[in-house]
């Protein structure tokens, strides 16, 4: 298995690249129920490449930690590490890694009567309105979110 190579540390964000093959697990193809058990099967069907399936576009894709709890209630937490293509395109309701006047931030983006705004998932935090003074960016969009349990 190789290690997710770091390669940029900002002041909230850890940015790793994804070019590289990551690693191969077992994967049981039959569903597991979260109800009551089922009888386990005693074979695996086949592997399962966490690099293929997380990622569409590799040369644009790259991971970044997290860091604080503005997007608490999209289950995106502290120490999580995201996944984040930048050959996607932003949509409506989209959770995107933006840069703000110079500083990351992983919101939401709604556009809302000819506006547009970046929208935390706490609600501690306000909306920020995005407006033409601002210097505002959008990285990527967050495809997949990974921590622990």
């Keep these: 298995m190789k290690k997710l190579k770091r390669i940029q540390v900002g002041k ?10 990551v690693l191969d697990i077992p994967f049981y193809q039959s569903n597991v129920s979260a109800g009551f058990p089922s009888p386990a099967e005693d074979f695996m069907d086949l592997d399962l ?18 860091t604080g709890d503005s997007m608490q209630n999209a ?28 500083e990351f931030t992983v919101k939401r983006i709604q556009k809302r009567a ?4 970046l929208k935390p998932e706490n609600k501690n935090f306000s909306p920020i309105e995005i407006i033409e003074e601002m210097n505002f960016q959008v990285w990527g969009v967050v495809t997949h979110i990974i921590h622990k349990v």
């Design 12 to 21: 909230e964000l850890s940015f790793y690249s994804m070019d590289e093959k």
């Design 49 to 66: 490449n966490l690099q293929e399936y997380l990622v569409q576009h590799p040369s644009a894709t790259f991971c970044v930690r997290v």
């Design 75 to 102: 289950g995106i937490f502290s120490g999580d590490v995201m996944v984040v293509d930048r050959a996607l395109e932003a949509k409506n309701n989209s959770i995107v890694l933006a840069v703000l006047d110079g």
């Design 114 to 117: 000819g506006k547009l705004y």
